[in-house]
């Protein structure tokens, strides 16, 4: 249980976050290249600038996180839920491209989250 902790400008990379609870924890501008974040809770957090690359979010909780500027490229996002999450229009555009599958826990399909076309 991570609820609320402080993680900005962190170099965590391969870090292991897997069914974390972390509500409102605070990732900006940190490193998460190749992080096992699967199942973790994220919900009201702030994931802004942060580089999530080959990381695994499959079925994280990512409603109303703030995701403004961080980058996806090989993240697997299956079952992720992104509701309300603020995300920049070019992310969310790469992220429909790739975007499958419903989040075990919120039952909402990620492709619905993101407001996929």
Same mark, same amino acid.
């Given at each position: 249980?991570?609820?609320?902790?402080?993680f900005a400008n962190a170099n965590m990379e391969g870090a292991?976050?897997?069914?974390?609870?972390? =509500?409102g924890a605070v990732f900006s501008a940190s490193i998460l290249r190749n992080a096992n974040l699967r199942g973790a809770?994220?919900?009201?957090?702030?994931l802004d600038q942060?580089?999530?690359?080959? +990381?695994?979010?499959r079925d994280a909780i990512l409603v109303?996180?703030?995701?403004?500027?961080?980058?996806?490229d090989f993240t697997?996002?299956?079952?992720?839920?992104?509701?309300?999450?603020?995300?920049?229009?070019? =992310?969310i555009k790469f992220l429909c491209s790739r +975007?499958?599958?419903?989040?075990?826990?919120?039952?909402?399909d990620t492709r619905e989250s993101l407001g996929c076309d």
């Open positions: 249980d991570l609820k609320a902790s402080g292991d976050f897997s069914y974390a609870q972390l =509500q809770d994220f919900t009201y957090g702030m942060t580089d999530f690359a080959n +990381a695994d979010l109303d996180t703030i995701l403004l500027r961080s980058t996806f697997r996002i299956e079952g992720a839920d992104f509701s309300g999450a603020i995300l920049d229009q070019s =992310q +975007a499958s599958g419903t989040n075990p826990t919120t039952g909402v």
